[in-house]
């Protein structure tokens, strides 16, 4: 890969940077969902999860923490489970919201399990007047 890429959008530059720049400062939800895969929370889903808002929010599989303990999160729902060797990509609901997580290692969570989801400190990215 190279040092520096850029990724356009609709013929624009959307932005130059590092790979790992793009992947862990997307300068808008295009970036996040271009370079990787993230989650558009509702506004409601990153207030209860984040204690805050924006026009668009976005969080990367991996940063999505489930847990087993009620004090560790909000209640979501286990709707599809990915078993992919050293990680599973795990489904939920939050009410009908959908919110994908990557996990490594630990016991696969079962389908209609009620587990509790939290994101990882820092890791949303906020994006005010921009459109998904």
Request: proline share 5%; glycine share 8%; with cysteine.
């Amino acid at each position: 890969m190279s040092d520096r890429i850029v990724v356009l959008n609709k013929g624009n530059v959307e932005q130059i940077g590092a790979p790992i720049d793009l992947y862990r400062k997307p300068a808008s939800p295009f970036i996040a969902h271009f370079i990787g895969s993230s989650n558009t929370l509702s506004k409601s889903l990153a207030q209860n999860l984040l204690g805050e808002t924006a026009d668009t929010i976005c969080v990367r599989h991996e940063d999505v923490v489930l847990s087993q303990v009620h004090s560790e999160g909000i209640p979501a729902e286990v709707r599809h489970v990915e078993f992919l060797g050293p990680m599973m990509r795990i489904e939920c609901a939050v009410e009908e919201e959908k919110i994908s997580a990557i996990q490594y290692g630990g016991t696969l969570p079962h389908v209609g399990e009620r587990v509790y989801l939290s994101i990882r400190e820092g890791a949303a990215y906020l994006f005010h007047g921009e459109a998904s």
